[in-house]
Nanobody
Framework: QVQLVESGGGLVQAGGSLRLSCAAS????????MNWYRQAPGKQREWVAG???????NYADSVKGRFTISRDNAKNTVYLQMNSLKAEDTAVFYC???????WGQGTQVTVST
């Protein structure tokens, strides 16, 4: 059974940093691309960043240069390092297996001004 568990969210001041983690189980993690999405209040869920099985990365324009996605296959974990956070980054962040697979339960990120 595939399970994705996010952690690391919280309340941070604008300009601060957070690192989100997503621990996966029930899959051969190293074979799979992983993605981070977010959903702000009243808005649709949007893609944020992705990392391939070979560790190639891609980012939404809104986070490029501020967020970094990475993976540790030995720990079956994907990370999202978020720097220079803005109020508009406030959202529930979700990790996803590939682009059609399972979702995690989400972790809340709140950026205060």
């Amino acid at each position: 059974q595939v399970q994705l568990v996010e952690s690391g969210g919280g309340l941070v001041q604008a300009g601060g940093s957070l690192r989100l983690s997503c621990a996966a189980s029930g899959i051969i993690f190293s074979f799979n691309a992983m993605n981070w999405y977010r959903q702000a209040p009243g808005k649709q869920r949007e893609w944020v960043a992705g990392i391939s099985s070979g560790s190639s990365t891609n980012y939404a324009d809104s986070v490029k240069g501020r967020f970094t996605i990475s993976r540790d296959n030995a720990k079956n974990t994907v990370y999202l390092q978020m720097n220079s956070l803005k109020a508009e980054d406030t959202a529930v962040f979700y990790c996803r297996l590939g682009v059609t697979g399972n979702w995690g339960q989400g972790t809340q990120v709140t950026v205060s001004t």
